[in-house]
């Protein structure tokens, strides 16, 4: 993986850096000296992923790198692991999921990319993902009235209120005007 860093695809370098982070911790859980010999090599060029500022590089692919490597470089150096809150689930049911892992983190990841849209469905009511991220049992699913109900407590914005009235009258005297101003002479 260490060559693989070099690469000149970005989304090859950041799975490679992914990769090693993941190899890290799966190490330090094991021991926590683990020490590689070419540890050296390996921090200075993930420090230089880092803060790369290659301009031939898109801006975006620069910025997602160097927001990738910089929990790399924390993760080989100090062996501190990332720390992502997400907020999962459909609205009335919000659960909070702690990603403190590279694992848990690099199987979110997978997940959303695979299932895209459903998502929070899966994660709300999927039993084998639910053990996967340990949020334990799935909720009680809302029937249809329930759902309804719910929908109807949310607070719509009033498109009626004094001072939208009165914009709408304003507007409309002036367009008034601006037809009445225009006369056409044949």
């Known amino acids: ?35 590689w010999n070419r540890e050296g090599e390996l921090c200075s060029a993930l420090k230089e992923l880092a803060t790369d500022s290659h301009k031939f590089r898109a801006k ?6 160097r927001a990738s ?3 790399v470089v924390r993760t080989v150096e100090e062996g501190e692991l ?16 702690l990603l403190d892992t590279w694992s848990l983190k690099l199987q979110y990841s997978s997940l959303c990319r695979a299932l895209a ?44 209120s004094p001072a939208s009235k009165a914009r709408q009258m304003a507007r409309n005297k002036n367009r008034d005007n601006r037809a009445a101003a225009k006369t056409y002479d044949d």
């Open 117 to 160: 849209q459903g998502l929070s469905t899966h994660i709300t009511f999927n039993v084998g993902v639910r053990d996967v991220f340990s949020l334990g049992p799935p909720p009680m699913q809302l029937d249809r009235n329930m759902a309804a109900l719910a929908r109807r407590g949310q607070k719509k914005p009033n498109r009626e």
């Open 69 to 71: 490597f910089r929990d």
């Open 1 to 35: 993986m260490f060559d693989l860093l070099g690469c000149s695809d970005v989304e090859l370098r950041i799975q490679a850096g992914e990769g090693v982070a993941l190899l890290y911790e799966g190490a330090r859980t094991h021991d926590d000296d683990y020490f």
């Open 60 to 65: 975006k692919d620069r910025k997602q790198q």
């Open 82 to 97: 990332p720390c992502e809150t997400v907020s999962v689930g459909p609205q009335h049911q919000r659960q909070e999921l």
